[in-house]
């Protein structure tokens, strides 16, 4: 049996943060979305929040130290002791180095790198119905496209590192649902990564 320390990427309108979500609570590990850290944050008017407001509206990438921060105290918390699922982080190169560098340091690498694939115009339909239900505020025609074109720039690349450490398991994230989270429950049992059997 393998410890969870998983990673969710896709674009933005992928589904990943509700099956990041869904993925986490199967597995018993927190699932840890930085952008939901970054919108709490906001809400609460706290200083983070304050901090990464107008970045996040325009839709650009808060700075890489301080997203790790972020990251790096929750990681830390005693629920994420024995796994995690990291939902938006890393987000580029930088951030990839950071957590290489905060894992190798504990000696708990990754044990898989999901990848949430659909097409872009699935993506931006999705995004579309988000914005209607949800009304977040970077769900704007143009901080959606801008999100996309660093997805594809910056993010992207990311999953080359990650595959040639063997890690990425890449899952077709069209589908209902229960359908989208069998195929990434299947693919992570094949590298024996499940939920500990209740004691
Ligand atoms: P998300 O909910 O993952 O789409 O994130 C919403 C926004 O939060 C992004 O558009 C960024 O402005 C910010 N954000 C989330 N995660 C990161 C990250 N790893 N690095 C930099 N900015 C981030």
Redesign the pocket.
């Known amino acids: 049996m393998q410890a969870a320390r998983l990673l969710i990427v896709g674009p933005?309108g992928s589904g990943k943060?509700t099956q990041g979500a869904r993925i986490g609570d199967l597995l018993g590990v927190p699932a840890i979305?930085?952008?939901?850290v970054?919108?709490a944050a906001i809400k609460d008017g706290s200083e983070l929040g304050a901090k990464?407001q107008s970045?996040?509206d325009a839709?650009?990438?808060?700075?890489?130290d301080l997203?790790f921060e972020v990251?790096r105290d929750r990681l830390q918390q005693p629920d994420a002791a024995g796994g995690f699922l990291l939902?938006?982080?890393?987000?580029?190169l930088a951030?990839v180095a950071l957590l290489d560098g905060y894992l190798a340091e504990r000696d708990e690498p990754l044990t898989a790198v999901i990848e949430l694939g659909v097409a872009r115009a699935v993506s931006i339909a999705r995004i579309a119905e988000r914005a209607r239900e949800q009304g977040r505020t970077?769900d704007t025609e143009d901080?959606i496209a801008k999100?996309l074109s660093?997805y594809e720039r910056e993010t992207a690349p990311i999953l080359d590192v990650y595959r040639e450490r063997g890690l990425v398991d890449t899952i077709d994230g069209v589908g209902s649902l229960e359908t989208v989270t069998a195929r990434i429950l299947g693919a992570l049992a094949a590298r024996g990564i499940a939920r500990p059997a209740a004691a």
Do not use: K
């Not at 979305?33 to 939901?36: A, I, L, P």
């Open positions: 933005q943060g979305s930085t952008g939901d970054f919108r990464v970045v996040i839709g650009d990438l808060v700075s890489d997203t990251v939902d938006g982080f890393p987000r580029n951030q970077d901080a999100r660093i």
